[in-house]
């Protein structure tokens, strides 16, 4: 089993920072990539952004120039810096982790989800 557990929500006024970060546990062998993904009130889930094993990100057009994806793959663990932060980036933000896990000589990939942690933006 492999757990995600994010940190770092809150409440934040418009123009405001927050960090959050999410660390990866359990039975991993390897991470090929971690991500963030944000889902607002009736909308639909978002990609915000991912970064590879290797380093390489891709950001969502509408956080670009604002967030920043960064990851530790000592700890297993993807952080996301959120700078000049508006009303309409306040959701649900779920990291994601693709997993290479299993037994030894039976691994496989399977991609896992946090539970998330809130951010609202707000004056």
């Known amino acids: 089993q492999v757990q995600l557990v994010e940190s770092g929500g809150g409440l934040v006024q418009p123009g405001g920072s927050l960090r959050l970060s999410c660390a990866a546990s359990g039975s991993i062998v390897s991470i090929y990539n971690m991500g963030w993904y944000r889902q607002a009130p009736g909308k639909q889930r978002e990609l915000v952004a991912t970064?590879?094993?290797?380093?390489?990100?891709k950001h969502n057009h509408s956080v670009k120039g604002r967030f920043t994806i960064s990851g530790d793959n000592a700890k297993n663990t993807v952080y996301l810096q959120m700078n000049s932060l508006k009303p309409e980036d306040t959701a649900v933000y779920l990291c994601y982790a693709e997993v290479l896990t299993g037994p030894l000589s039976s691994y496989y990939g399977m991609d896992y989800w946090g539970k998330g942690t809130l951010v609202t933006v707000s004056s």
């Open positions: 970064i590879t094993r290797s380093g390489s990100t």
